[in-house]
């Protein structure tokens, strides 16, 4: 009896295959609905935006960390636990909301902007007349006997030299700038932040960002009003063909 080696074909399936189906293309309508309502997405997904909204977005996070950081010169006294603190705080952080939204929809409010004006004036008037570049327990005493045969402008004078000559600290904004580009002063970037430390770095971090907020705004202004002029004007040339 011999035994059958032959092998059997596979036989063929008599069911019709189907053809492959072709690759479906991206709609993108449909995706741009699936992400409008999928949350808001960080900013630098969207880079179809207006650039302008990121200069606001970056101005809302300058305000924010100034009240997150002391305003003076002592480290526990931070900014948003003082009233005018907390008010700049949160006019940071209707700017950082507002602007995180117009980046995801193209609708921006001005308001917001608009507030930073008002941490604006303050911090100028701080910086201008209130600034105080040490400690109160850090000013020296002017010896009065030198002085007590002087009287006016030459009194002030010899005062303003006394004290400059016994105080090694900066005391003023023009004593700032001199100190930092005084070469020959090898510790000159230790005073100047020291003295910025007393000053308040929260208050100069508020100051930074409503200022650029205010000049992003202004400029936003200029460039509206030069674009309505081309604007005016591509009409006024397609009128006259």
Same mark, same amino acid.
């Given at each position: 009896?011999?035994?059958?080696?032959? *092998?059997?074909? *596979?036989l063929e399936s008599?069911?019709?295959?189907?053809?492959?189906?072709?690759?479906?293309?991206?709609?993108?309508?449909?995706?741009?609905?699936?992400?409008?309502?999928?949350?808001?997405?960080?900013?630098?997904?969207?880079?179809?935006?207006?650039?302008?909204?990121?200069?606001?977005?970056?101005?809302?996070?300058?305000?924010?960390?100034?009240?997150?950081?002391?305003?003076?010169?002592?480290?526990?006294?931070?900014?948003?636990?003082?009233?005018?603190?907390?008010?700049?705080?949160?006019?940071?952080?209707?700017?950082?909301?507002?602007?995180?939204?117009?980046?995801?929809?193209?609708?921006?409010?001005?308001?917001?902007?608009?507030?930073?004006?008002?941490?604006?004036?303050?911090?100028?008037?701080?910086?201008?007349?209130?600034?105080?570049?040490?400690?109160p327990n850090m000013?020296?005493?002017?010896?009065?006997?030198l002085l007590k045969?002087?009287?006016?402008?030459?009194? *002030?004078?010899?005062?303003?030299?006394?004290?400059?000559?016994?105080?090694?600290?900066?005391?003023?904004?023009?004593?700032?700038?001199?100190?930092?580009?005084?070469?020959?002063?090898?510790?000159?970037?230790?005073?100047?932040?020291?003295?910025?430390?007393?000053?308040?770095?929260?208050?100069?971090?508020?100051?930074?960002?409503?200022?650029?907020?205010?000049?992003?705004?202004?400029?936003?202004?200029?460039?509206?009003?030069?674009?309505?002029?081309?604007?005016?004007?591509?009409?006024?040339?397609?009128?006259?063909?």
């Amino acid at each position: 009896m011999t035994e059958n080696t032959d *092998e059997l074909h *596979e036989l063929e399936s008599l069911e019709e295959v189907a053809p492959p189906p072709a690759q479906a293309q991206f709609d993108y309508q449909e995706g741009l609905f699936q992400r409008s309502m999928a949350g808001m997405p960080a900013p630098a997904f969207n880079p179809s935006t207006s650039k302008e909204y990121y200069s606001f977005l970056f101005c809302g996070v300058l305000i924010v960390l100034g009240c997150l950081m002391p305003f003076d010169h002592d480290f526990s006294h931070t900014g948003y636990k003082t009233f005018f603190g907390g008010l700049w705080m949160l006019i940071g952080v209707g700017l950082i909301w507002s602007t995180w939204g117009a980046i995801n929809t193209g609708l921006f409010r001005m308001k917001w902007v608009l507030l930073c004006f008002f941490p604006l004036a303050w911090g100028l008037i701080y910086l201008i007349f209130y600034a105080k570049f040490q400690a109160p327990n850090m000013a020296l005493p002017i010896d009065t006997e030198l002085l007590k045969d002087l009287t006016g402008d030459v009194l *002030e004078a010899k005062r303003k030299a006394l004290a400059a000559e016994a105080d090694p600290n900066v005391n003023n904004w023009s004593e700032l700038f001199a100190k930092l580009l005084d070469r020959k002063d090898t510790e000159r970037f230790s005073k100047v932040g020291q003295a910025l430390q007393h000053v308040g770095p929260g208050k100069l971090f508020v100051f930074f960002g409503s200022f650029l907020a205010g000049l992003y705004f202004i400029l936003g202004i200029f460039g509206g009003v030069r674009r309505m002029k081309e604007q005016k004007a591509q009409r006024i040339a397609a009128a006259r063909r």
